[in-house]
Nanobody, 127 residues
Framework: QVQLVESGGGLVQSGGSLRLSCAASGASGFNLDYYSIGWFRQAPGKEREGVSC????????YYVDSVKGRFTMFRDDASNTVYLQMNSLKPEDTAVYFCATDSLNPSLNVPTAWGYWGQGTQVTVSS
């Protein structure tokens, strides 16, 4: 069993920045290196979409086109924590942001394939 806890959401003006954190934990010996981990978001009335993920297969970081050049995902292996640095935020980035992980390297484009989810953190960008 894996637990994920997100933090760092809030209200920010358009053009501003926020950094989200996701702390992962599990049974004794848990190591996030063995899991793909991703950030997803869901705006009111819309489907959940993948934002960014780090693959446990090739170690690469992937981004959805709408956030490329503005968002950066990175990890701190010592603390099993991943971050999403969000710059140049836009009102359309407003959503609940979720962290998810899975050991089977699921696609960022298929949220339902990810097995473990955090509770989410609200990000609101005002115009």
């Amino acid at each position: 069993q894996v637990q994920l806890v997100e933090s760092g959401g809030g209200l920010v003006q358009s053009g501003g920045s926020l950094r989200l954190s996701c702390a992962a934990s599990g049974a004794s010996g848990f190591n996030l290196d063995y899991y793909s981990i991703g950030w997803f978001r869901q705006a009111p009335g819309k489907e959940r979409e993948g934002v960014s993920c780090i693959s446990n297969s090739d170690g690469r970081t992937y981004y959805v086109d709408s956030v490329k050049g503005r968002f950066t995902m990175f990890r701190d292996d010592a603390s099993n924590t991943v971050y999403l640095q969000m710059n140049s935020l836009k009102p359309e980035d407003t959503a609940v942001y979720f962290c998810a992980t899975d050991s089977l390297n699921p696609s960022l484009n298929v949220p339902t394939a990810w097995g473990y989810w955090g509770q989410g953190t609200q990000v609101t960008v005002s115009s």
